[in-house]
Structures are given as structure tokens and as C-alpha cells.
């Protein structure tokens, strides 16, 4: 952040802990006249999830959401407030039930809101809070959706694949989609930098033998791709 806003971010913490409510109130008007409403925001909501105070943060979302003309950035303020206090609840099923349905309910009225070529992008978006927040069957389940429609979609599965080791870091779960990616017919420049990153990957999270078997299937895929080229020449 530059110094403006961090400026503005220090003032805000000072008066949650010190001040009064009003105060805070005070505060945080000045701020998102200086910087745009979703950043102060955003910050106020980082404040609050310290203390836990879902009341205080849902009443601040909802009034973000009624006065903000970026309808995209702060429904998913929202849904990552819902997701994050669903996964709080921990042992309470019943309340769980409720966030998720609201969690839900949230995601499909932004997808009717949005023109379908957005839709993709709203979905991966989802599940990479569904990974922030540690619920990784969400999160799959939901690149899954997508890969359903779009399977040959290289950026997705990369998307993926980053999450997953950045999250899980479940080798056997990542080498799965490394697979995956590398028996998609795609360009040359393409299918040596995936083959890059899954040999890198392999180094990190493999044994030397799982390095060379990569390395043969990717002697094999270009040796395939070259021979491909040369037929229709």
C-alpha cells in the first residue's frame, strides 16, 4: 500500500482501539473519501475478524454493499466474510448449515448478475477463498465445475495447480493435475513451460526418479508434437 493509505490505516486502527465507535465511524468516512470505499473497507473487516465481531463486520459489509457502484468487488467482500466466519462455527453444524446457504444463495445471484463470459472467473475467484479458508472440498469441487465446461483451459488448471501447493501441498493430488495439463494438445511454448513447472515440482515434492519420469514424458509429448507438425507439412 502506498503511504497515503497506510497513513489512513494506522488512523483507523488507533481509533478501533482506542477511541469510541463514533470516532471510528468519523474516521473511516474521511478514509474512503481518500482512498476509495473498498480499501478502507477492507481493512475495517481485517480489524473486526481479530476480535471475531461477525455482527459489527455483517453490518459493515451490507452497508458496503448498498453503497458501493462496484457491485463485482464488494459481493465478494461479502462471500469471503461468510466463508471465513462458516469456517469459525467450527462444531456448530446447524449455523454452519445457514452461512453456507447464504454463501450459496450469494454466488448465485452474482452469477445471474454477471454476463456468462465472466462467469468462470467469478467461480475460480470463490474457490480461492474456498482455499484460503481451509475447506479444500469447496474449493476442488468448484475448479472441477469449471474444468467440466472448459477442460482444455490451460489457465484454469494453472490456477489450480498454484492453489493446490500453496494450500495442500497434496503431491499426489497436484501430479494428478500436472497429467492433466501436460496431455492437452497446445503449442510448443506452452507445453515446454508446463513441463518446466511439473519438473520444478518433481524436484521440490518428488523423488529423482519421478524427475526422470517426467522428463522421459516430455521428451515423448515433443517428440509426438514434431512428428504431428511434420505430417501436415
Known amino acids: 500500500p502506498d503511504m497515503k493509505q497506510k497513513a489512513w490505516e494506522c488512523f483507523l ?33 481485517r480489524l473486526y475478524s481479530e476480535d471475531r465481531s461477525f455482527a459489527e463486520r455483517e453490518a ?4 458496503l454493499v448498498k ?4 457491485r463485482l468487488a464488494t459481493a465478494f467482500l461479502k462471500i469471503e466474510f ?11 453444524l446447524e449455523m454452519r448449515k445457514i452461512v453456507e446457504e447464504k454463501v450459496f444463495l450469494l454466488m448465485e445471484q452474482l452469477l445471474k448478475s454477471l454476463p456468462p463470459k465472466n462467469h468462470i472467473q467469478s467461480i475460480q475467484k470463490y474457490a480461492l477463498l474456498e482455499y484460503k479458508y481451509g475447506n479444500f472440498a469447496y ?24 492453489a493446490e501447493i500453496k494450500h495442500t501441498q497434496d503431491a499426489d493430488y497436484v ?8 496431455s492437452i494438445k497446445t503449442n510448443l511454448k506452452l507445453m515446454q513451460n508446463l513441463f518446466k513447472k511439473y519438473v520444478e515440482f518433481e524436484e521440490l515434492f ?9 522428463k522421459a514424458k516430455s521428451q515423448r509429448c515433443f517428440f509426438d508434437y514434431l512428428s504431428s507438425r511434420s505430417a501436415v507439412v
Do not use: H
Not at 139 to 162: C, G, H, M, Q, S
Open 206 to 214: 518428488g523423488s529423482p526418479e519421478s524427475v526422470e519420469c517426467v
Open 60 to 63: 459493515l459489509v451490507n452497508g
Open 67 to 70: 453503497r458501493s457502484k462496484d
Open 82 to 92: 461468510l466463508v471465513q466466519w462458516r469456517e469459525w462455527l467450527d462444531k456448530d
Open 13 to 45: 486502527r488507533f481509533e478501533y482501539r482506542f477511541g469510541s465507535p463514533f470516532l471510528f465511524a468519523e474516521v473511516m468516512k474521511r478514509a474512503i473519501l481518500a482512498c476509495g470505499i473498498v480499501t478502507p473497507i477492507e481493512f475495517a473487516l
Open 139 to 162: 474449493a476442488r469441487r468448484n475448479f472441477e465445475n469449471i474444468l467440466k465446461k472448459v477442460p482444455d483451459r490451460i489457465e484454469v488448471l494453472t490456477a489450480y495447480v498454484e
Open 175 to 182: 501430479r494428478s493435475l500436472y497429467e492433466r495439463m501436460t
